[in-house]
């Protein structure tokens, strides 16, 4: 289906088109339309999709076409799980209403509170933020969200394990009126929390499901590489780095220490890499990743605080230099390329700590994934064993148990409390009778 296609104001079609963007992607074309037409949509899909615009179309386009329900509250509020996410969300908002009668504001933790009450003071018709932070400014009535029309929120299931689970239903119950319109995004919907929340969120919504989060990324290619210790992985990444063709790459590490450590040892052998984690303040993280983004670098080394929903479009390599402890956060790592049909390649170093999150990982996936040694960094590590817990049979009596009950009961020692050592609450020797005769 062609944007041109859509039933949408022109103007959005036009910003869409000078973007380059003419063609609709499969989560667009399923959610677009019950979104304009008022619906409650709950979607999920996998990385890279396009779930951004799949929202930002049908809410810019009411936005336009009907008349606010009021003239200082929000309009629309859209919600992201993390600072990053919230800012390029903000970005997109932005350029796709430049020289439209909309305002936009950015509202995240870990930026100035009082500027944002100012900001929020002049009536924007979108807010972009963190649940969070969103939640602390209704409570301090920075603002009100009697008139909102459209609550969105992106990456869900990634909000909930974040914790935000109050302020989502802070803010729901903050514009909880008919007229509101609610679209939730999610990497996947099987998530008993996230069920729950939806139900409070969403009235006779329209499910899409677009692919499995687990089912195989067909742009992406996927290699996994035995690694026995750091330094056979500092020449691993090496090697991987040399061995294949990519504008800008991104690797992920389990620790903010081990991502300071390997720009310094990339930016050794002349890289042009820079570290990013969570430690860093705000202005830091937000000046690497628009850097990074700008292309002024050719590699990011990051924790997973840049593994979700962050469109670098030229990002050609993903290096998981650690595997990450929880199945879901390798696909959203991967999904940093292989972005809105273009190629990716994602490598894995899988040593002796990574091997439980290796199998963890080949048992939520729905296709294979082997590990193999590299042909020329061999490695002697190939694996453990894993030994699966066997159930024990209904009847079948713990050995312990049984022979407990098949020996004779102990009896109680029964206490003489007038004799001797025994005698009042302290020690007390016996006096010998026979001596003092």
Not at 58 to 73: E, F, M, Q, T, V
Not at 185 to 212: H, P, W, Y
Not at 215 to 232: P, R, S
Request: charged residues 25%; proline residues 4%.
């Amino acid at each position: 289906m062609h944007v041109s296609d859509l039933p949408v104001n022109h103007t959005i079609i036009k910003r869409l088109s000078d973007k380059g963007i003419t063609d609709l992607t499969e989560i667009q074309q399923q959610t677009i339309v019950p979104a304009i037409q008022g619906k409650d949509v709950i979607a999920s899909s996998k990385t890279g999709s396009g779930k951004t615009f799949a929202y930002l179309i049908p809410a810019i386009n009411r936005l336009l076409k009907d008349k606010p329900l009021s003239r200082k509250d929000p309009r629309a509020v859209i919600l992201a799980p993390t600072r990053e996410l919230a800012k390029q969300v903000f970005i997109e908002t932005k350029n796709l209403i430049s020289k439209m009668s909309l305002q936009c504001a950015l509202v995240v933790g870990g930026e100035n509170y009082n500027e944002q009450t100012k900001v929020l003071r002049r009536n924007p018709h979108i807010v972009v933020g963190t649940a969070g932070r969103v939640a602390d400014h209704l409570e301090d009535k920075s603002f009100f969200l009697n008139g909102l029309e459209l609550l969105i929120i992106d990456e869900a299931d990634r909000m909930l394990d974040l914790g935000f689970a109050g302020a989502l239903t802070s803010i729901n119950e903050a514009a909880d009126h008919r007229k509101r319109q609610t679209m939730l995004f999610s990497a996947t919907l099987d998530n008993i929390e996230l069920a729950a929340m939806t139900k409070k969120l969403t009235t006779a919504a329209v499910r899409v499901a677009v692919g499995q989060a687990s089912a195989v990324h067909e742009d992406i290619h996927q290699q996994c590489y035995f690694a026995d210790h750091v330094e056979h992985k500092d020449a691993l990444l090496a090697r991987c780095l040399d061995e294949t063709n990519f504008n800008q790459a991104v690797i992920f590490c389990a620790t903010r220490e081990d991502t300071s450590r390997i720009a310094t040892l990339l930016n050794a052998q002349q890289r042009d890499a820079v570290a990013l984690s969570g430690e860093l303040l705000q202005s830091q993280r937000a000046n690497i990743m628009s850097e990074f983004g700008r292309g002024q670098h050719s590699i990011l080394v990051t924790t997973d605080v840049a593994s979700r929903g962050l469109d670098l479009v030229k990002v050609g390599l993903v290096i998981n230099y650690d595997l990450p402890k929880q199945p879901d956060e390798y696909i959203h790592r991967i999904g940093r390329t292989g972005r809105a049909g273009r190629q990716g390649q994602a490598i894995s170093l899988v040593g002796p700590r990574d091997w439980k999150s290796f199998a963890a990982l080949k048992e939520q996936l729905a296709y294979p994934l082997a590990c193999e040694p590299h042909p020329a960094l061999g490695a002697t590590f190939s694996g453990f064993a894993i030994r699966k817990k066997v159930p024990k049979k209904s009847g079948t009596p713990n050995k312990k148990a049984a022979s407990a009950g098949a020996s004779a009961p102990r009896k109680k020692k029964r206490v003489n409390t007038m004799a001797g050592e025994d005698v009042g609450m302290m020690p007390v020797k016996r006096r010998n009778t026979d001596s003092d005769s």
